[in-house]
């Protein structure tokens, strides 16, 4: 998808309707696009398969309304599946025994729930009754030797599938038979006649059942074991010893999720220096201060940004993020190296910036770049979009670095690369300016980068950076 920001306000509906049908969202990215009088806001929906679909031009209202979309299906897609938990474990741990006994012909202990019938021996003159059940599928828990006529040739005769997991003794009771069974049971579609010789057997693969898989309480469970036939103590003993081992696999595993998820929020809520971008986000912010600021010979980035790019090794074609773009020095050049066939998206935490590269690539008649709105802790790049991720005097800017660094390394092709131009923060020698406000030196960011996934290419000697470095890495 091309990705320019010169769509209609039709485009409104198109991305309701996708957001709709798939229920999936991945991020709302909100941006600024100069309309020659003022900015007015533009809205960057990206779908988690990357997709980007850019609003211009929307009336506030139409804009206003789809973030209220966006945000009620993310409400409804994290908070949905706890309510529907919570509502169950209540519903299940008061639930009464969904056994209920029958009769049918010389079937023994024949017992129903749900599409799951339970018995004892039936004999071959009982088929057609149990074909009239609706049964589609009969699992015997009895060995071949136990039996003095062919049940298998009999009901398959009779049309219903048969499957036999013979368990003669407690100890075939193995956690691959009992997860066997399970599998087998979890399926539905089927109604299903299990049975053994009395049922003993049926009821102790049955209570890891509905307790595993059906979350079913432990007390229902053995109630219910106990109606269909549970009365042998080594059967009973280890089927209790299943359920307990795979509830405690279960629990190891929800915890080493549950840690996972709080490193990866960490990532994104604690901060490694708190509101150092909060004069960028105003709209007061003087540009033209910015301007002189940055582009001027006395700053050794400027003086030697034709060296930098250079060493960039930026190719026809390429697609670019200058991220942290600021005045959008480097991203003018990006966008004349890579020429028509490439495309160069500036990315910056400040409305105002991407105001005036907006203005500046219109007077200009840059046609390849688009600005691209972050936050604090997300280039908000399309995945897989970039060939060159660019980050001059910005890493010290980057608040929640982990989680930035993600989107970075999601953003570029396999075999991209990342620049980074900062500051050398080194005591003793660096200006106080420097030691005040770059919070890591070289090796710290060199060792943040490589965690995030890169691997370390090489540092660039540039002729004129004395206070700066240039380190290159790649996503393999």
Not at 68 to 79: E, G
Not at 227 to 232: S, T, V
Not at 275 to 300: C, H
């Amino acid at each position: 998808m091309q990705p320019a920001c010169r769509f209609g306000p039709k485009a409104v509906n198109t991305i309701a309707e996708t957001t709709n049908s798939q229920n999936r969202l991945g991020r709302l990215i909100l941006g600024y696009l100069s309309n020659g009088q003022g900015y007015r806001k533009l809205g960057l929906l990206c779908n988690s398969n990357g997709q980007v679909h850019c609003l211009q031009g929307i009336p506030m209202k139409k804009f206003l309304a789809l973030l209220l979309l966006c945000q009620l299906l993310v409400l409804n897609a994290s908070c949905s599946p706890a309510q529907s938990t919570t509502t169950q474990s209540s519903q299940n741990s008061s639930q009464e025994s969904a056994v209920k006994a029958m009769t049918l012909g010389s079937v023994s202990n024949l017992t129903r729930a749900g599409a799951i019938y339970c018995s004892g021996q039936f004999k071959a003159s009982d088929l057609e009754q149990i074909q009239k059940l609706g049964v589609k599928r009969i699992i015997s828990l009895r060995a071949i030797s136990e039996l003095n006529w062919d049940e298998a040739d009999a009901v398959r005769k009779a049309g219903i599938s048969f499957v036999q997991i013979p368990i003669s003794s407690p100890d075939a009771l193995t956690d691959e038979t009992l997860n066997s069974i399970r599998e087998l049971l979890r399926d539905e579609k089927e109604t299903t006649l299990l049975h053994c010789a009395g049922a003993v057997r049926v009821a102790a693969v049955w209570l890891p059942f509905r307790v595993l898989d059906q979350g079913i309480a432990l007390e229902t469970a053995m109630l219910e074991a106990k109606q269909i036939g549970l009365k042998a103590k080594p059967y009973e003993a280890k089927a209790l010893d299943f359920i307990a081992r795979m509830q405690a696999q279960e629990k190891e595993q929800m915890a080493t999720v549950t840690k996972s998820e709080g490193m990866r929020k960490s990532e994104i809520t604690e901060s490694v220096k708190p509101g150092i971008n909060d004069s960028f986000l105003s709209a007061d912010l003087n540009v033209d201060d910015f301007v002189k600021r940055f582009e001027i010979e006395s700053r050794e980035i400027f003086v030697a940004r034709e060296r930098i790019l250079a060493a960039c090794k930026v190719k026809k074609g390429n697609r670019i993020a200058d991220v942290g773009a600021g005045t959008g020095l480097f991203t003018r050049s990006f966008s004349v190296e890579v020429g028509r066939g490439g495309w160069v998206y500036a990315v910056d935490i400040a409305p105002r910036f991407l105001e005036h590269i907006n203005q500046d690539a219109s007077t200009n008649g840059l046609t390849n770049i688009t600005c691209v709105l972050c936050s604090d802790n997300n280039s908000c790049l399309p995945g897989d979009s970039v060939d060159l991720v660019f980050v001059c005097d910005t890493y010290h800017h980057f608040e929640y670095p982990d989680a930035t660094l993600k989107s970075i390394y999601n953003a570029l092709h396999q075999g991209g690369r990342l620049v980074v131009v900062d500051f050398e923060r080194i005591p003793g020698s660096s200006r106080e300016w420097t030691l005040d406000h770059v919070r890591a030196g070289k090796e710290v960011v060199q060792q943040e980068i490589e965690r995030a996934g890169f691997n370390f290419v090489e540092e660039i000697e540039i002729p004129g950076l004395e206070e700066n470095y240039f380190l290159e890495f790649q996503k393999d």
